[in-house]
């Protein structure tokens, strides 16, 4: 949705590699300025493949307009409204879209009687609050425009671990990475709800399985063959990230599922084509989840 009174700017955070640099394309091939934020600025800054740098060539390949700004979101010293204001200067409109993606690191293999400290407090850090304060932050921009779009990445994670018998799992418990993102979705709803009179959508949208992404594939051992692609995320990030707010909002909402109900065309993240297979038609509905948030609106307010 968009209005042409501005350009439409956005902030996705861990865009250096997998989901966020897929996000961060796709937004930038509809016509949105990109400014991908996160801490490896150039090739062989990180541990993994992939930078800002990267991205925002690929960016420009695909003629759209990007800017790369380093930043370290763990950091609690640093002002994390900077990445906005140099995203505003770049562009010259305040950001109205704000992605979070980035994540601490996962931890898996420390499982609940074995977890420290230190990675607590990063991933909460990390995970829940530089993510609220960086939107939060947006709201005054938002407001000005009077429109904007909150995009918090989930995981399927963070739905609760049924048993017993609990099935084995390569993540084990995950019981630090999913209590962050269960805590996201709640904040998501609550915010949406805190934010809707003011035209601001704010969703939360996870990976129906896993994207094959190389950090996927190294801590949960997910095979290319049974995940869904980066492009199926991508759409659905761009479909919460331009919806109508008065209708398209409070959304805990996983990607191909999302793709389904809105009978969503997929394309590929440089927005020139179709990808073959993945259509809504295409995807089998045995591949989609059951939400574990089943709500319904009581009539009954409670302070409780």
Same mark, same amino acid.
């Given at each position: ?9 956005? #902030?996705?955070?861990? !865009? ?9 394309? @796709? ?28 991205? #925002? ?8 307009? !990007? ?20 995203? *505003? ?8 879209? #704000? ?45 000005? @425009? ?49 934010? $809707?009179?003011?035209? &601001? *959508? ?6 129906? $399985?896993? &994207?094959?992404?190389?950090? *996927? ?54 927005? @020139? ?18 939400? $574990? ?12």
């Amino acid at each position: 949705m968009t209005d042409g009174t501005a350009p439409h700017v956005a #902030v996705v955070t861990g !865009a250096s590699r997998g989901i966020g640099r897929a996000i961060a394309r @796709r937004l930038a091939a509809d016509g949105i300025a990109v400014a991908a934020a996160g801490r490896s600025l150039r090739p062989g800054d990180g541990t993994l493949a992939g930078s800002l740098e990267e991205t #925002v060539d690929q960016i420009h390949a695909d003629g759209g307009r !990007a800017v790369a700004i380093p930043f370290d979101l763990a950091d609690r010293q640093a002002d994390r409204a900077q990445i906005l204001s140099r995203a *505003a200067d770049a562009f010259g409109a305040p950001v109205d879209i #704000v992605v979070n993606n980035a994540a601490a690191e996962r931890n898996f293999d420390q499982r609940f009687p074995d977890m420290t400290r230190d990675a607590f407090w990063r991933a909460v850090e990390t995970n829940v609050w530089a993510a609220w304060e960086l939107a939060a932050a947006a709201v005054p921009g938002m407001r000005q @425009r009077g429109a904007g779009w909150i995009l918090m990445i989930s995981s399927s994670q963070a739905g609760p671990r049924l048993g017993p018998p609990f099935p084995p799992n390569p993540t084990y418990g995950a019981a630090l990475y999913g209590g962050t993102k269960a805590m996201i979705d709640r904040i998501t709803t609550g915010a949406a709800m805190d934010l $809707y009179d003011d035209g &601001i *959508a704010v969703n939360a949208l996870a990976p129906e $399985y896993q &994207i094959a992404t190389e950090n *996927a594939q190294r801590v949960a051992g997910v095979r290319a063959d049974e995940a869904e692609p980066e492009e199926t995320i991508a759409e659905a990030a761009l479909a919460l990230c331009t919806g109508d707010p008065a209708v398209l909002t409070g959304r805990i909402a996983y990607n191909l599922s999302l793709l389904v109900e809105l009978n969503r065309p997929v394309h590929t993240v440089d927005g @020139r084509a179709l990808l073959p297979g993945w259509q809504p038609d295409d995807i089998d509905p045995s591949r989609l989840r059951t939400p $574990y948030l089943r709500a319904a609106p009581h009539p009954v307010q409670s302070r409780r």
